[in-house]
């Protein structure tokens, strides 16, 4: 358990800048994302944490202890890949084993931890199996257990669970976070997949292009993006050009020619020219038209069933992208044929702005 | 943890791994770099003083000779992918009993090129099976010795190796790719033509590589069959024997082989570049259900596989017929020929000592500098040219260099006991052999996920450690794989071995090689029988199960029989991509 502390950490491959000035700091015990799309810089991140690569510039500090240049043998991490690891020519055992037995403890107390890690992931009975005799959900557990019992400092993932199917994908996706608690572990995530890391995470950075866009608490992320990247990467919306005024208490928007509507005073933008990210659910179908109410009309050009809720593409003239609509599929029944000619209402809810750079 | 400056500097300079890095680049330098250096800075040398007009003939000589070789070498190429393409497509794509063709189409490559040679002689020879069966037809055969000797047997020995080439680069044409193809309308032909030919065009060029420069370089055939056909790499070999001449002309040619070769290596991997596409192995493949070009295709590929095996039948005859003189088939048979060898066991005994030794040495050489490979950057494209050389490279040429750099050595008194004995013949041998194992260790390094080692230096193991115990036992069957393909390449080396050997460790190839030229067939044939013998052993080796053999043997040391039942879940696939 330790808090770590990332200060400016840049890499470079050749002339390609992979990582250009990260810094974060993560507590003890603190369940930590990065998430970004691939090629963000997220992976070679984890791995200057991890010591696999050395930063070019930047330092890293696990508590009081400057890592910076300690090999990766020294810094008592615990890793899980994409790929598993699984050492294929060991045992499930040994490869639980394998990091006890370089830290040379006793043959009995090597056995009793590796029961009680191989326990909590429930592989015990399977403890003899080579690694090509188990399934990848099963691998991917072994790959945990043995990083989680060297007792590391700090536990690092890069996509563990990619490998996996749908299903599987959330079964592990719990066990590593009950597993996360039980020992309290501070854990770094990294993934590609925000449903993911918004689950899972106490806290998610989002990073592109080399650099962290935002850090914050889940809810946080989705609700009030710090930039235009996080609020397209993250979650669902349309997202436009703007102009923002500020009248006193209320804060009013303009998007397209002629379409205005209010959003709530807290977000953090000065009057000008902002992005609008409009999620779905600031989105309602209007039946009858209240008096002033925000209101653009427009074609429904493409619609979506996905089981529980029904999503459509709404063409509204003067705007340079269709709004997205999505409501439960009982409630937008047969109100959205293709073609149609409809309205919604837009706002205050579920509408974030910030300043256009 | 961490040590003082000097505990860490410590540490790197004891550390196994740098230990053996350095030893295996001391090996590559002395060996193989420095050799070839010191004739082509020496040869430079002669052309700037403009010494190569001395003597006057020697610029005419050297241009004949050139073009005598580079004739050859193009002509062989040309037959040998004009034959191995047919032959990969038919067999790849469209008849039956592929398995037993493919095995019939390849197993002249595991026969020396020099006991091809020696077989052309028996079937098209002065007194030749074919050449009699001609006469009697009334077909009077050209004389067999000079460029058309040479280029037969070349063919009949290289065609497989351009065949198993393109076979490979049929492998990675996806099924769903020809059948696009043919769902937009292409006849086979088109569909061959068009896709399937420019998809694999970078193996149809590496194919054509390694035959120009197998032929261009080899010196077995061009004195056993060459006649006054002059080539040379034999001309180098000669030149170097005979003491009379000026002992720079076998340097000249030697460093313009040098020269030539390498100039075409590049060219033609610049070209693999350009035409390369991304390589999958799949595991379905397109078929070709045309029956007409089936037909055709079983007698073109049955007609090849028996032209292909003739030889060596020819050799088992020739082994147990007390004389082949001028009638069809021997009178009787005798196996004085092998009671022969029984009585000079020499060279069977040489060959084994000698390929025992080469052979783990040569192993061990590339499991390190595939290691060093696998980090990639400058250092990697270094080792990756350093160990083509003596693939591209003549091996009399490189005997040559050796004996030049290491014969001076001996002479101010700095000869190490590692050139005594057969110490020279087992560092050349290894030299001359190592690109072998080493493609064989590359490609067993790439297959090893990087993410295990990671792993394991997270879980606190050092980096010799994590090799030790994490990264080795994965190498293992790559190693055997890659001891037995070295074997079959060192025990049938000739031309090095010429060059190199003291009179006292001639090998099983020299002593062929000497029998054939001597006139003494039944004895080079009853050699070349247990030559082949030894091969073949050596092959049915590798059809054993090493995984499943080791995993038993590791299983019943530590005493532990785990549980085999199968589990619910698909087994996962370890190696998948990050």
């Known amino acids: 358990m330790t808090r770590v502390r990332i200060v400016d950490i840049a890499k470079a491959f050749g002339p390609i800048w992979a990582v250009r000035g990260v810094t974060l700091e993560i507590g003890e015990g603190e369940f930590f994302s990065l998430l970004g799309p691939s090629g963000c810089g997220k992976t070679t991140t984890l791995r200057i944490i991890a010591g696999l690569e050395r930063p070019t510039r930047g330092e890293i500090w696990f508590g009081e202890e400057r890592v910076t240049a300690v090999p990766p043998q020294f810094r008592n991490i615990g890793l899980v890949f994409q790929s598993y690891a699984v050492f294929p020519t060991m045992t499930v055992y040994d490869n639980v084993a394998y990091g006890l037995r370089i830290r040379r403890l006793p043959e009995a107390e090597i056995r009793r931890r590796v029961f009680a890690v191989l326990e909590m992931v429930g592989m015990e009975a399977l403890a003899d199996r080579m690694p090509g005799r188990i399934s990848g959900g099963q691998m991917q557990r072994v790959a945990l257990a043995r990083a989680v019992a060297i007792r590391p400092r700090l536990l690092l993932l890069d996509e563990p669970l990619s490998n996996l199917d749908a299903k599987l994908r959330v079964e592990v996706r719990a066990e590593i976070r009950r597993l996360q608690r039980e020992v309290g572990i501070t854990t770094i995530y990294v993934t590609h997949d925000q449903e993911e890391a918004l689950s899972l995470s106490d806290r998610v950075g989002v990073m592109n292009h080399g650099i962290l866009e935002q850090v914050a608490r889940p809810d946080e992320i989705y609700r009030h993006p710090a930039t235009r990247f996080v609020a397209g990467f993250v979650g669902e919306g349309t997202i436009l050009q703007g102009v923002l005024t500020r009248d006193g208490d209320r804060c009013r928007v303009v998007v397209g ?34 008096p002033g109410a925000p209101v653009a009309s427009g074609v429904v050009e493409h619609t979506e069933f996905v089981g529980p809720t029904v999503r459509a593409d709404i063409r509204v003239p003067g705007l340079a992208r269709t709004l997205r609509l999505s ?13 149609a000619q409809v309205r919604v209402e837009i706002g205050p809810a579920g509408i974030a702005i910030g300043p256009e750079r | 943890m961490r040590g003082t400056a000097w505990a860490s500097t410590r540490r790197a300079l004891l550390n196994p791994l740098r230990i053996l890095e350095a030893v295996a680049v001391a090996y590559l330098l002395a060996f193989l770099v420095l050799p070839l250096a010191v004739m082509v800075a020496e040869s430079a040398g002669v052309v700037l003083t403009g010494g190569l007009s001395e003597p006057p003939w020697f610029l005419q000589y050297l241009g004949e000779l050139t073009r005598n070789s580079i004739l050859l ?21 469209m008849i039956r009993h592929r398995a037993g063709f493919t095995l019939a189409l390849t197993l002249p490559l595991l026969a020396p090129p020099f006991v091809s040679a020696f ?3 028996l079937l098209l020879g002065r007194v030749g099976i074919v050449t009699q069966l001609l006469e009697r037809a009334g077909v009077r055969l050209f004389d067999i010795y000079g460029f058309p000797g040479i ?25 769903a790719i020809e059948e696009s193809a043919v769902s937009l309308g292409s006849s086979p032909l088109q569909v061959l033509r068009r896709i399937v030919l420019p998809y694999i065009a970078s193996y149809i060029y590496m194919g054509a590589l390694l035959v120009f420069l197998a032929s261009f370089g080899d010196v077995g055939a061009p004195l056993i069959v060459g006649g006054s056909y002059l080539v040379l790499p034999t001309e180098a070999y000669t030149r170097f024997l005979s003491f009379t001449v000026d002992r720079q002309i076998p340097v000249l040619l030697s460093s313009w082989i040098v020269v030539i070769s390498g100039g075409i290596m590049v060219a033609v991997r610049a070209l693999m570049r350009r035409t390369e596409i991304v390589h999958t192995f799949v595991t379905e493949q397109y078929e070709y259900d045309v029956p007409w070009m089936r037909t055709l295709g079983t007698a073109f590929c049955a007609l090849v596989a028996v032209l292909l095996l003739l030889p060596y039948v020819a050799i088992l005859v020739v082994s147990v017929a007390p004389a082949w003189g001028p009638q069809l088939l021997p009178r009787g048979w005798t196996l004085d020929h092998y009671r022969e060898l029984w009585r000079s066991f020499g060279p069977l005994r040489n060959s084994l000592v000698v390929t025992a030794m080469a052979t783990p040495v040569a192993v061990l050489l590339a499991v390190v500098i595939g290691r060093m490979m696998r980090e990639g950057g400058r250092r990697a494209a270094m080792l990756d040219y350093a160990t083509l050389l003596p693939f591209v490279v003549s091996s009399v040429v490189l005997g040559i260099g050796m004996i030049k750099v290491y014969s001076n050595l001996t002479a101010v008194g700095l000869a190490l006991p590692l050139m005594s004995g057969p110490g020279l013949l087992v560092i050349a041998l290894v030299v001359r052999r190592v690109p072998y194992p080493v493609r064989v260790m590359n490609a067993a390094y790439t297959r090893i996920d990087r993410s295990l080692e990671e792993c394991s230096f997270s879980l606190g193991a050092s980096p010799t450690r994590t090799f030790a115990s994490v990264t080795l036992p994965q190498l293992y069957p790559a190693m055997l794989a890659a001891l037995i393909i070295t074997f079959i390449q060192v025990i049938s080396e000739l031309g090095i071995t010429l060059i190199v050997h003291r009179p006292e460790w001639r090998t099983i190839p020299v002593q062929i090689y000497g029998y054939a030229t001597e006139g003494y067939l039944g004895r080079a044939g009853a050699l070349s029988i247990v030559l082949l013998a030894l091969v073949g052993l050596a092959v049915m080796m ?7 053999l080791a995993g038993r043997l590791s299983r019943g040391l530590r005493g532990a029989a785990p549980a085999r039942s199968d589990v619910g879940g698909e087994p996962a696939t370890q190696h998948s991509q990050r």
């Open chain 2, 73 to 93: 070498a193009l002509s062989v190429t040309a037959i040998c992918v004009g034959l191995g393409l047919p032959l990969a497509i038919f067999t790849g794509r």
């Open chain 2, 542 to 548: 590798t059809q054993l199960d090493y995984r499943r």
């Open chain 1, 257 to 290: 020619d002629h379409i205005a509507f209010d959003v709530e005073p807290s977000v953090a933008a000065s009057p000008g020219p902002v992005w609008v990210c409009i999620r779905p659910e600031a989105l309602r179908l209007a039946r009858a038209a209240a």
């Open chain 2, 151 to 175: 280029a037969i047997t070349h063919v009949l020995h290289l065609t497989p190796l351009v065949y198993l080439t393109i076979l490979a680069g049929l492998r990675t044409v996806p099924k």
């Open chain 1, 327 to 339: 409501g439960s599929s009982v409630d937008l029944a047969g109100g959205v044929p293709l073609g």
């Open chain 2, 119 to 121: 077989a052309t002689i």
